[in-house]
Protein backbone atom coordinates (compact mmCIF):
# COMPACT_ATOMS: atom_id res chain seq x y z
CA UNK A 1 0.00 0.00 0.00
CA UNK A 2 1.36 3.48 1.10
CA UNK A 3 4.75 4.63 -0.06
CA UNK A 4 7.09 4.84 2.90
CA UNK A 5 7.46 8.12 4.56
CA UNK A 6 10.30 9.10 7.60
CA UNK A 7 8.09 11.64 10.84
CA UNK A 8 10.00 13.77 12.27
CA UNK A 9 11.78 11.26 14.51
CA UNK A 10 14.70 10.63 12.02
CA UNK A 11 17.16 11.87 14.46
CA UNK A 12 21.31 12.24 13.10
CA UNK A 13 23.63 12.52 16.25
CA UNK A 14 26.56 13.29 16.54
CA UNK A 15 29.26 9.68 17.44
CA UNK A 16 32.77 9.08 16.95
CA UNK A 17 33.93 7.12 14.07
CA UNK A 18 37.23 5.90 13.50
CA UNK A 19 39.94 3.81 11.73
CA UNK A 20 40.49 4.23 7.66
CA UNK A 21 38.41 0.86 7.48
CA UNK A 22 35.72 3.35 8.59
CA UNK A 23 34.52 1.00 11.65
CA UNK A 24 31.18 1.79 13.74
CA UNK A 25 31.55 2.13 17.21
CA UNK A 26 28.06 1.60 17.45
CA UNK A 27 26.56 -2.11 16.66
CA UNK A 28 23.32 -0.43 15.48
CA UNK A 29 25.08 0.23 12.13
CA UNK A 30 26.59 -2.40 9.10
CA UNK A 31 28.81 -0.97 6.75
CA UNK A 32 27.12 -1.65 3.25
CA UNK A 33 30.46 -0.20 0.98
CA UNK A 34 33.85 1.00 1.73
CA UNK A 35 34.76 4.56 0.94
CA UNK A 36 35.05 5.75 -3.13
CA UNK A 37 38.55 8.20 -3.52
CA UNK A 38 39.19 10.45 -6.49
CA UNK A 39 42.44 9.85 -8.78
CA UNK A 40 45.35 11.86 -8.11
CA UNK A 41 46.55 14.22 -11.48
CA UNK A 42 48.42 16.79 -12.20
CA UNK A 43 46.59 20.17 -13.70
CA UNK A 44 49.21 22.41 -16.29
CA UNK A 45 48.97 26.23 -16.36
CA UNK A 46 51.51 28.32 -18.08
CA UNK A 47 55.30 28.28 -18.55
CA UNK A 48 56.64 31.17 -16.52
CA UNK A 49 60.74 32.45 -17.32
CA UNK A 50 62.73 31.89 -14.13
CA UNK A 51 64.82 35.16 -14.08
CA UNK A 52 68.49 33.91 -12.24
CA UNK A 53 71.37 36.53 -10.57
CA UNK A 54 74.10 37.43 -13.50
CA UNK A 55 77.18 38.72 -11.44
CA UNK A 56 77.10 40.90 -14.78
CA UNK A 57 73.85 42.17 -14.93
CA UNK A 58 72.82 45.48 -15.93
CA UNK A 59 71.42 47.60 -13.71
CA UNK A 60 68.50 48.98 -15.38
CA UNK A 61 67.40 44.79 -15.74
CA UNK A 62 68.39 44.09 -12.11
CA UNK A 63 65.44 42.72 -9.76
CA UNK A 64 65.46 43.65 -6.03
CA UNK A 65 66.04 40.01 -4.54
CA UNK A 66 69.26 40.26 -7.31
CA UNK A 67 67.82 38.22 -9.80
CA UNK A 68 68.71 39.35 -13.42
CA UNK A 69 66.21 40.60 -16.08
CA UNK A 70 68.48 40.56 -19.15
CA UNK A 71 68.47 36.77 -21.03
CA UNK A 72 64.05 37.09 -20.48
CA UNK A 73 63.96 40.75 -21.75
CA UNK A 74 66.59 39.71 -24.96
CA UNK A 75 64.05 36.82 -24.98
CA UNK A 76 60.62 39.10 -25.52
CA UNK A 77 62.51 41.23 -27.78
CA UNK A 78 63.57 38.26 -29.86
CA UNK A 79 59.72 37.52 -30.17
CA UNK A 80 57.47 40.67 -30.29
CA UNK A 81 56.15 39.88 -26.55
CA UNK A 82 55.55 43.17 -24.44
CA UNK A 83 55.14 41.27 -20.87
CA UNK A 84 55.58 38.42 -19.24
CA UNK A 85 55.23 37.33 -15.72
CA UNK A 86 58.40 35.79 -14.28
CA UNK A 87 59.34 33.92 -11.25
CA UNK A 88 62.88 33.96 -9.07
CA UNK A 89 63.75 31.53 -6.23
CA UNK A 90 67.03 30.37 -4.48
CA UNK A 91 65.51 26.96 -4.93
CA UNK A 92 65.03 26.98 -9.00
CA UNK A 93 67.45 24.45 -10.57
CA UNK A 94 66.68 22.37 -13.38
CA UNK A 95 64.13 19.35 -12.14
CA UNK A 96 62.78 20.69 -9.18
CA UNK A 97 59.55 21.43 -7.67
CA UNK A 98 59.20 25.30 -6.33
CA UNK A 99 56.33 25.43 -3.86
CA UNK A 100 56.21 27.42 -0.76
CA UNK A 101 54.92 30.84 0.22
CA UNK A 102 55.10 33.71 -2.22
CA UNK A 103 57.80 36.66 -1.12
CA UNK A 104 59.31 33.64 0.87
CA UNK A 105 60.11 30.56 -1.54
CA UNK A 106 59.94 32.55 -4.20
CA UNK A 107 58.87 35.68 -5.78
CA UNK A 108 56.49 36.63 -9.12
CA UNK A 109 57.05 39.90 -10.95
CA UNK A 110 54.87 41.32 -13.67
CA UNK A 111 57.66 42.57 -16.59
CA UNK A 112 56.55 44.40 -19.48
CA UNK A 113 58.89 46.33 -21.91
CA UNK A 114 58.60 50.05 -23.15
CA UNK A 115 57.65 51.08 -26.29
CA UNK A 116 60.90 49.92 -28.44
CA UNK A 117 61.81 48.15 -25.95
CA UNK A 118 64.50 50.60 -24.40
CA UNK A 119 63.50 50.22 -20.83
CA UNK A 120 62.51 47.22 -18.73
CA UNK A 121 59.07 47.80 -15.85
CA UNK A 122 58.44 44.95 -13.61
CA UNK A 123 56.06 45.28 -10.51
CA UNK A 124 56.15 42.39 -7.99
CA UNK A 125 52.68 40.64 -7.06
CA UNK A 126 52.11 40.00 -3.24
CA UNK A 127 49.34 37.53 -3.81
CA UNK A 128 49.88 34.03 -5.54
CA UNK A 129 48.14 34.20 -8.65
CA UNK A 130 48.15 31.58 -11.79
CA UNK A 131 46.66 30.57 -14.64
CA UNK A 132 45.79 26.81 -13.63
CA UNK A 133 42.36 26.20 -14.47
CA UNK A 134 41.39 22.46 -12.51
CA UNK A 135 38.58 20.92 -14.71
CA UNK A 136 35.06 20.91 -13.15
CA UNK A 137 34.75 17.28 -12.21
CA UNK A 138 38.18 18.21 -9.62
CA UNK A 139 38.59 19.33 -6.26
CA UNK A 140 41.74 21.16 -4.44
CA UNK A 141 43.76 18.58 -2.61
CA UNK A 142 44.84 21.47 0.12
CA UNK A 143 48.05 22.26 -2.22
CA UNK A 144 48.59 25.14 -4.28
CA UNK A 145 50.02 25.72 -7.39
CA UNK A 146 53.59 24.83 -7.45
CA UNK A 147 56.18 25.51 -10.04
CA UNK A 148 58.21 22.73 -11.94
CA UNK A 149 61.57 23.65 -13.35
CA UNK A 150 62.32 22.24 -16.80
CA UNK A 151 65.55 23.47 -19.27
CA UNK A 152 64.33 25.09 -22.45
CA UNK A 153 66.30 27.63 -24.34
CA UNK A 154 66.20 29.77 -20.91
CA UNK A 155 64.55 27.87 -17.53
CA UNK A 156 60.99 28.27 -17.04
CA UNK A 157 58.90 26.80 -14.22
CA UNK A 158 55.93 25.15 -15.48
CA UNK A 159 52.97 26.13 -13.44
CA UNK A 160 51.73 22.45 -11.90
CA UNK A 161 49.11 21.86 -9.48
CA UNK A 162 47.86 18.33 -8.00
CA UNK A 163 43.94 17.73 -8.00
CA UNK A 164 41.76 14.71 -6.82
CA UNK A 165 39.97 13.84 -9.48
CA UNK A 166 35.84 12.04 -9.20
CA UNK A 167 36.01 11.90 -5.69
CA UNK A 168 38.15 12.66 -1.97
CA UNK A 169 41.56 12.96 -1.47
CA UNK A 170 42.78 9.32 -1.91
CA UNK A 171 45.31 8.26 1.17
CA UNK A 172 48.94 8.69 0.73
CA UNK A 173 50.22 5.47 -1.29
CA UNK A 174 46.59 4.45 -2.48
CA UNK A 175 46.47 3.72 -6.33
CA UNK A 176 48.88 2.81 -9.46
CA UNK A 177 50.85 5.17 -11.69
CA UNK A 178 49.26 8.50 -12.05
CA UNK A 179 47.73 9.69 -15.44
CA UNK A 180 49.00 12.26 -17.49
CA UNK A 181 48.75 15.45 -16.53
CA UNK A 182 45.58 17.58 -17.48
CA UNK A 183 46.53 20.20 -20.02
CA UNK A 184 45.95 23.64 -20.26
CA UNK A 185 44.64 23.55 -23.75
CA UNK A 186 42.57 20.57 -23.21
CA UNK A 187 38.77 20.35 -23.66
CA UNK A 188 35.90 20.36 -20.93
CA UNK A 189 34.59 22.55 -18.32
CA UNK A 190 37.04 25.02 -15.88
CA UNK A 191 37.08 26.46 -12.94
CA UNK A 192 38.39 29.97 -12.79
CA UNK A 193 42.37 29.86 -12.26
CA UNK A 194 43.71 29.16 -9.20
CA UNK A 195 44.60 32.24 -7.48
CA UNK A 196 43.95 34.03 -4.12
CA UNK A 197 42.69 37.88 -4.95
CA UNK A 198 42.36 41.01 -2.77
CA UNK A 199 38.85 41.84 -2.70
CA UNK A 200 38.17 45.96 -2.13
CA UNK A 201 34.18 47.45 -1.09
CA UNK A 202 32.79 50.43 -1.56
CA UNK A 203 34.23 53.31 1.00
CA UNK A 204 32.11 53.54 3.73
CA UNK A 205 31.64 56.98 6.81
CA UNK A 206 34.29 56.59 9.35
CA UNK A 207 33.68 57.79 12.99
CA UNK A 208 36.82 57.68 14.98
CA UNK A 209 37.55 59.69 18.37
CA UNK A 210 38.92 63.19 17.87
CA UNK A 211 39.33 65.84 20.25
CA UNK A 212 38.09 68.49 18.08
CA UNK A 213 34.74 67.13 17.87
CA UNK A 214 31.62 69.44 17.72
CA UNK A 215 29.48 68.80 20.79
CA UNK A 216 26.56 67.77 18.51
CA UNK A 217 28.11 65.69 16.54
CA UNK A 218 29.78 63.60 19.62
CA UNK A 219 26.46 61.46 19.20
CA UNK A 220 28.08 57.70 21.41
CA UNK A 221 30.54 55.80 22.14
CA UNK A 222 33.13 58.81 22.66
CA UNK A 223 32.97 58.89 18.30
CA UNK A 224 32.92 61.87 16.39
CA UNK A 225 30.13 61.64 13.62
CA UNK A 226 30.94 64.65 12.48
CA UNK A 227 31.75 63.89 8.86
CA UNK A 228 28.37 61.63 8.22
CA UNK A 229 26.22 64.46 9.87
CA UNK A 230 27.63 66.45 7.39
CA UNK A 231 26.88 64.00 4.31
CA UNK A 232 23.16 63.55 5.15
CA UNK A 233 22.74 67.24 5.50
CA UNK A 234 23.83 67.81 2.36
CA UNK A 235 21.69 64.95 1.13
CA UNK A 236 18.29 65.53 2.28
CA UNK A 237 17.35 62.02 -0.37
CA UNK A 238 19.35 60.35 2.04
CA UNK A 239 17.65 58.62 4.75
CA UNK A 240 20.24 56.80 7.20
CA UNK A 241 24.05 56.30 6.45
CA UNK A 242 26.43 53.18 7.00
CA UNK A 243 28.97 54.43 9.12
CA UNK A 244 32.25 52.34 10.06
CA UNK A 245 33.34 53.63 14.15
CA UNK A 246 36.92 53.25 14.71
CA UNK A 247 37.46 52.35 18.74
CA UNK A 248 40.75 54.01 18.96
CA UNK A 249 42.11 56.97 16.86
CA UNK A 250 43.57 56.14 13.10
CA UNK A 251 45.06 57.56 10.37
CA UNK A 252 44.89 57.03 6.61
CA UNK A 253 46.92 53.85 5.73
CA UNK A 254 46.06 51.82 8.79
CA UNK A 255 43.82 48.53 8.82
CA UNK A 256 41.32 47.88 11.58
CA UNK A 257 40.15 44.20 11.88
CA UNK A 258 36.71 43.20 12.98
CA UNK A 259 37.35 43.46 16.90
CA UNK A 260 38.80 47.15 16.23
CA UNK A 261 35.23 48.65 15.16
CA UNK A 262 31.45 48.96 15.44
CA UNK A 263 29.40 49.27 12.70
CA UNK A 264 26.14 52.13 12.49
CA UNK A 265 23.57 53.45 11.36
CA UNK A 266 23.26 57.08 10.90
CA UNK A 267 20.12 58.62 10.98
CA UNK A 268 17.61 62.34 11.60
CA UNK A 269 15.75 62.33 14.30
CA UNK A 270 12.14 63.01 14.39
CA UNK A 271 12.66 66.34 15.65
CA UNK A 272 16.31 67.54 14.69
CA UNK A 273 19.24 66.47 15.12
CA UNK A 274 20.97 62.52 14.68
CA UNK A 275 21.09 59.53 16.39
CA UNK A 276 23.29 56.61 15.98
CA UNK A 277 22.25 53.41 16.30
CA UNK A 278 24.17 50.34 16.70
CA UNK A 279 23.76 47.34 13.99
CA UNK A 280 22.82 43.94 15.40
CA UNK A 281 25.04 42.26 12.68
CA UNK A 282 27.76 43.39 11.03
CA UNK A 283 27.10 44.25 7.07
CA UNK A 284 29.80 43.50 4.16
CA UNK A 285 29.51 44.65 0.98
CA UNK A 286 32.22 42.47 -0.19
CA UNK A 287 31.40 40.00 -2.73
CA UNK A 288 34.07 37.44 -4.60
CA UNK A 289 34.23 37.37 -8.34
CA UNK A 290 32.47 34.60 -10.08
CA UNK A 291 33.51 31.39 -8.52
CA UNK A 292 35.66 32.75 -5.76
CA UNK A 293 35.18 32.78 -2.65
CA UNK A 294 36.20 35.44 0.83
CA UNK A 295 38.96 33.48 2.86
CA UNK A 296 37.82 36.06 6.28
CA UNK A 297 35.54 38.46 7.57
CA UNK A 298 37.25 41.30 6.28
CA UNK A 299 38.91 44.52 7.81
CA UNK A 300 38.73 48.26 6.62
CA UNK A 301 41.84 50.07 5.62
CA UNK A 302 41.52 53.58 6.24
CA UNK A 303 41.52 56.21 4.03
CA UNK A 304 41.55 60.50 3.81
CA UNK A 305 38.75 62.52 4.58
CA UNK A 306 36.64 59.93 7.52
CA UNK A 307 36.50 57.32 5.13
CA UNK A 308 37.22 53.59 5.17
CA UNK A 309 37.19 50.82 2.87
CA UNK A 310 36.09 47.43 3.52
CA UNK A 311 39.01 44.38 2.27
CA UNK A 312 39.62 40.87 2.25
CA UNK A 313 40.96 38.14 0.23
CA UNK A 314 39.32 35.87 -1.85
CA UNK A 315 40.43 31.92 -3.21
CA UNK A 316 39.41 31.41 -6.72
CA UNK A 317 40.10 27.84 -8.25
CA UNK A 318 38.86 24.55 -7.68
CA UNK A 319 36.82 23.65 -4.36
CA UNK A 320 38.44 21.68 -1.45
CA UNK A 321 37.67 17.86 -1.90
CA UNK A 322 34.95 16.72 0.19
CA UNK A 323 36.00 14.10 2.85
CA UNK A 324 35.56 10.29 2.09
CA UNK A 325 32.44 8.90 2.92
CA UNK A 326 31.48 4.71 4.09
CA UNK A 327 28.10 3.76 3.33
CA UNK A 328 26.33 2.45 6.21
CA UNK A 329 22.92 0.94 7.14
CA UNK A 330 21.61 2.48 9.98
CA UNK A 331 19.01 1.38 12.72
CA UNK A 332 16.36 2.89 14.48
CA UNK A 333 12.92 1.51 16.37
CA UNK A 334 11.37 -1.69 16.41
CA UNK A 335 7.86 -2.23 16.11
CA UNK A 336 5.03 -5.37 16.38
CA UNK A 337 4.33 -6.83 12.97
CA UNK A 338 0.49 -7.80 12.22
CA UNK A 339 0.35 -10.47 9.07
CA UNK A 340 -2.13 -9.96 7.17
CA UNK A 341 -5.55 -11.96 6.57
CA UNK A 342 -4.53 -14.94 9.33
CA UNK A 343 -7.27 -17.28 9.90
CA UNK A 344 -7.82 -18.23 13.28
CA UNK A 345 -7.89 -14.96 15.23
CA UNK A 346 -8.18 -15.57 19.22
CA UNK A 347 -10.91 -13.25 19.49
CA UNK A 348 -13.33 -11.53 17.10
CA UNK A 349 -12.50 -7.79 19.06
CA UNK A 350 -9.15 -8.70 18.05
CA UNK A 351 -9.59 -8.37 14.28
CA UNK A 352 -9.21 -4.77 13.41
CA UNK A 353 -8.70 -2.88 10.26
CA UNK A 354 -11.01 -4.97 8.50
CA UNK A 355 -9.68 -8.92 9.14
CA UNK A 356 -6.31 -8.15 10.01
CA UNK A 357 -5.66 -10.37 13.08
CA UNK A 358 -3.88 -8.00 16.03
CA UNK A 359 -3.87 -11.00 18.46
CA UNK A 360 -0.09 -10.81 18.51
CA UNK A 361 0.28 -7.37 18.82
CA UNK A 362 -2.38 -7.25 21.47
CA UNK A 363 -0.75 -9.98 23.55
CA UNK A 364 2.59 -7.69 23.29
CA UNK A 365 0.95 -4.71 24.34
CA UNK A 366 -0.53 -6.41 27.35
CA UNK A 367 2.74 -8.43 28.51
CA UNK A 368 4.43 -5.05 28.60
CA UNK A 369 1.35 -3.09 29.66
CA UNK A 370 1.30 -0.41 26.87
CA UNK A 371 -1.24 1.32 26.37
CA UNK A 372 -0.38 2.51 22.67
CA UNK A 373 2.19 1.88 20.01
CA UNK A 374 2.95 1.68 16.13
CA UNK A 375 2.53 -1.18 14.32
CA UNK A 376 3.71 -2.75 10.68
CA UNK A 377 0.87 -4.28 8.72
CA UNK A 378 1.33 -6.84 5.94
CA UNK A 379 -1.10 -8.31 3.31
CA UNK A 380 0.41 -11.65 4.17
CA UNK A 381 2.97 -13.17 6.75
CA UNK A 382 6.85 -12.91 5.35
CA UNK A 383 9.61 -14.34 7.50
CA UNK A 384 12.94 -12.60 9.08
CA UNK A 385 14.83 -10.92 6.63
CA UNK A 386 12.37 -9.42 4.15
CA UNK A 387 12.14 -5.24 3.79
CA UNK A 388 9.74 -3.33 3.91
CA UNK A 389 10.06 0.24 1.65
CA UNK A 390 8.29 2.25 -0.66
CA UNK A 391 7.78 0.65 -3.98
CA UNK A 392 9.12 -2.36 -3.08
CA UNK A 393 7.53 -6.11 -3.75
CA UNK A 394 5.49 -6.35 0.15
CA UNK A 395 2.68 -3.93 0.46
CA UNK A 396 2.32 -2.71 3.65
CA UNK A 397 0.95 -0.08 5.45
CA UNK A 398 1.21 1.51 9.03
CA UNK A 399 -1.04 1.93 11.93
CA UNK A 400 -1.65 3.15 15.17
CA UNK A 401 -2.94 0.37 17.86
CA UNK A 402 -3.89 1.70 21.51
CA UNK A 403 -6.14 0.25 24.39
CA UNK A 404 -9.91 1.85 25.21
CA UNK A 405 -11.03 2.73 28.96
CA UNK A 406 -13.19 -0.46 28.49
CA UNK A 407 -10.40 -3.07 27.48
CA UNK A 408 -11.18 -3.15 23.51
CA UNK A 409 -8.48 -2.53 20.71
CA UNK A 410 -8.88 -0.15 18.00
CA UNK A 411 -6.19 0.49 15.14
CA UNK A 412 -5.98 3.33 12.84
CA UNK A 413 -3.94 3.61 9.57
CA UNK A 414 -0.98 6.14 8.99
CA UNK A 415 1.40 6.73 6.44
CA UNK A 416 4.39 7.47 8.07
CA UNK A 417 5.95 6.34 11.73
CA UNK A 418 8.66 7.31 14.17
CA UNK A 419 12.05 6.23 12.75
CA UNK A 420 14.25 7.07 15.57
CA UNK A 421 17.34 6.42 13.77
CA UNK A 422 20.85 7.72 15.30
CA UNK A 423 24.02 7.33 13.45
CA UNK A 424 27.57 8.83 13.97
CA UNK A 425 27.43 12.45 11.95
CA UNK A 426 26.23 10.88 8.81
CA UNK A 427 23.99 12.05 5.89
CA UNK A 428 21.37 10.59 4.27
CA UNK A 429 22.34 9.41 1.37
CA UNK A 430 20.26 10.20 -2.18
CA UNK A 431 20.84 8.49 -5.60
CA UNK A 432 20.72 4.91 -4.00
CA UNK A 433 17.03 4.45 -5.07
CA UNK A 434 13.92 3.55 -2.52
CA UNK A 435 15.49 0.32 -0.95
CA UNK A 436 17.91 3.19 0.96
CA UNK A 437 15.01 3.19 3.53
CA UNK A 438 12.24 1.38 5.51
CA UNK A 439 12.23 -1.39 7.81
CA UNK A 440 13.09 -4.67 7.86
CA UNK A 441 12.02 -8.00 9.44
CA UNK A 442 13.73 -9.13 12.72
CA UNK A 443 13.50 -11.96 15.25
CA UNK A 444 12.89 -10.19 18.76
CA UNK A 445 11.00 -10.62 21.58
CA UNK A 446 10.08 -13.90 20.60
CA UNK A 447 8.87 -12.68 17.40
CA UNK A 448 9.08 -11.10 14.23
CA UNK A 449 9.56 -7.56 14.70
CA UNK A 450 10.13 -4.60 12.26
CA UNK A 451 13.16 -2.55 12.78
CA UNK A 452 13.64 0.83 10.63
CA UNK A 453 17.04 1.43 8.54
CA UNK A 454 18.39 3.79 6.88
CA UNK A 455 21.37 4.32 4.61
CA UNK A 456 23.49 6.86 5.85
CA UNK A 457 27.04 8.70 4.65
CA UNK A 458 29.55 8.64 7.05
CA UNK A 459 32.64 10.10 7.41
CA UNK A 460 35.98 8.72 7.80
CA UNK A 461 39.04 9.61 9.19
Known amino acids: MGGLRFAAGLVLAVTAL?????RAQTPEMRLLRGPVYGELRDVLGAALPVARPNPKCPRAALLPDGACLDRIAAAMKARGATSERVLTSPDAAPGALVSGEIGRDYRLYDVSLSAGGGQILFAPLTLPISSVRVPRACYGTGRGVDYRIEPRDILVAREVQTVSCGGPVPPLGM???????????????????????????APRQLASPRPDCPPEAALRD??????????LSARPDLKELDVIG????????????????????????GKGGFKADKRWFDKSNLAGPAGCGLFDAGSFEIQPYDFAHERALAGCGAPGAPPPTALYEAYGATMPVVMG????????????????????????????????????????????????????????????VW?????????DRKHSYSAQIRSANCATVTGEGSEASGVKLIHADGGVMAQAYQWVACPVR
Not at 175 to 200: D, M, N, Y
Not at 222 to 231: Q, W
Open 246 to 269: AKRPVAPGQILVAKDTEQYVLKRK
Open 403 to 411: ANPDGTYKA
Open 222 to 231: GLCFAAGIAV
Open 175 to 201: GGPRLPPIGATEPGERWPATATLAVTG
Open 341 to 400: NRPGCAERGEQLLGNACFSEVIGYLKSRRIGKAEVLVLERPYGPGARVYGGGPVRFSYAD
Open 18 to 22: AGGAA
